[in-house]
């Protein structure tokens, strides 16, 4: 195992990133945990806020920041709310793989995994006219496999894993294979943790002041900066779409936006740019535990 590369080179009067990401899962993460959801009316309204209402305020909130963003959107999403799609689109935005249904990756065989990853390429191809470059799986659930899934498919970056503070060339573990980017993440910067919550489903019941929010992020993003780190917020907007959790981000992106040499990018330039730097690869391993 090797230990952490130099000090990651950003590109040219910045030292550190950060991105603002948003999934719009919308109803397919209940759905897919529990079909049996759709009966609910009221969950699947909650869910559907997102990318009805959620999504609108975000863009203008994006908009008004001058701040171009990545939206990791499931293919059910893409099919049922097309319009909206296209509308983060139209506003110079990122679309990015993010499942079908918002699929529970882990314990998948390759070739299931697999026909998943295409049916939710085929979703966003249709729509955006192009092939999604970033994918991010949904519960942040990679298998071993998956790597290489993605390198086959010509994807450039995963956002997915949560073990570096900077982009790394992620190497698939197969002799030859293409490589990607890995762009990793950090649950202490999704706002699942501090929002999410419905009765007899999710959530533990507490959500979180928004101003608890945007004082833990704020100092995340700070130290980030002062370590020449990436700060990848991930937000869903049936949950920060909401008017408080808006302002707060709103707030935040605001903060962000003052620290000196910071890059606000979406991820797929922050691809592009690791591309350039990261040379060599990392593959990663399974543990090689034996149980008795
Ligand atoms: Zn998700």
Do not use: K
């Given at each position: 195992m090797s230990l952490q590369d130099a000090e990651f080179q950003w590109p040219s009067g910045y030292r550190a990133a950060a991105s603002f990401t948003f999934d719009v899962d919308a109803e397919s993460c209940a759905l897919a945990e529990d079909?049996?959801?759709?009966?609910r009316m009221s969950l699947m309204g909650h869910q559907s806020y997102g990318p009805r209402v959620g999504v609108p305020r975000l863009l203008r909130i994006l908009r008004r920041q001058g701040v171009r963003a990545t939206f990791f959107v499931p293919g059910m999403t893409a099919d049922t709310y097309p319009d909206m799609v296209r509308s983060i689109v139209d506003e110079g935005h990122e679309i990015a793989h993010h499942g079908y249904m918002h699929?529970?990756?882990?314990?998948?065989d390759a070739a299931t995994e697999a026909s998943i990853l295409d049916r939710g390429i085929e979703s966003l191809q249709r729509l955006t006219g192009r092939l999604p470059t970033g994918y991010r799986a949904p519960w942040w659930e990679m298998n071993w496999h998956t790597p290489e899934l993605l390198a086959e498919r010509g994807f450039?970056?995963?956002?997915?894993?949560?073990?570096?503070d900077v982009p790394y060339r992620l190497q698939p573990d197969a002799v030859g294979a293409r490589s990607l980017i890995e762009i990793p993440v950090d649950w202490?910067?999704?706002d699942w943790e501090q929002y999410a919550f419905f009765p007899?489903?999710?959530?533990?019941g507490v959500i979180e002041s928004p101003m608890k929010a945007l004082e833990m992020w704020s100092l995340e993003a700070t130290a980030r900066h002062a370590e020449n780190g990436c700060f990848v917020l991930t937000n869903h907007p049936f949950l920060s779409g909401r008017p408080a959790k808006a302002y707060a981000l709103e707030r935040l992106i605001e903060q962000v936006a003052q620290l000196d040499g910071m890059w606000i990018a979406p991820l797929e330039d922050i691809a592009a740019h690791a591309e350039t730097v990261c040379t060599t690869g990392r593959t990663h391993r399974r543990p090689g535990v034996q149980f008795v």
């Open positions: 079909p049996a959801t759709a009966d699929e529970r990756m882990q314990g998948l450039r970056y995963d956002s997915s894993l949560l073990d570096d202490a910067l999704d007899g489903w999710t959530g533990s």
